[in-house]
């Protein structure tokens, strides 16, 4: 077998799980959309399962995807749901912890406290090439992310997503939410 067709497979599986966690489903959520079993999803996702043209079209299919989008290399997702108490969990003497979001590169930041009025849509037109955000929703809900890739959340969920082109905050119901605003390092003078 080539060094391709023994990558495939990992591949694929990498593709799934991006693209899940983007969604923000489970295994169980997405194996109800599909029919397969988790099982299946999870030798799918370990890079050890075969799956069929089928059985990828279904999938594919059940996160509104094209086929091609599990073939092809795997790209950094432009949004990811982090839905409360699912992140790394680190222990604490006097409770836990969960990293939500982690990330070395020099960065400058800023962090917003917004408050949302229920029915309400703000779009911005984008930041600097490479800004990112992350909305932690504190109260209410919302939907946040770049224009069109959309997440909703909750109280106590998490959305990290691209922010260098439109993107959008909705609120559901009147929403609190804290915005972390990460933009690239500024260039040194010279």
Known sequence: MDDDAQQLGPRIGAALRTHRHARGLSVADLARATGLSKTILGRIESGVGNPSVQTLFSI????????????EEPAAPRVRAIPRGTGDAL???CGHAFVLH?????RRCELFDLELAGGQDHVSTGHLAGTEEV?????GTLRCGPVGEEVA???GDTAWFVADGPHRYAAGRDA???NWISYPAAAPAS
Do not use: E, I, S
């Open 60 to 71: 594919a299919r059940a996160l509104d995807l094209p086929l091609g989008a599990l073939l």
């Open 135 to 139: 909305v932690v929703c504190v109260r």
């Open 91 to 93: 222990a604490l003497t």
């Open 176 to 178: 609190r939410a804290l």
């Open 102 to 106: 982690a990330d070395g590169r020099p």
């Open 153 to 155: 959340l909750r109280a």
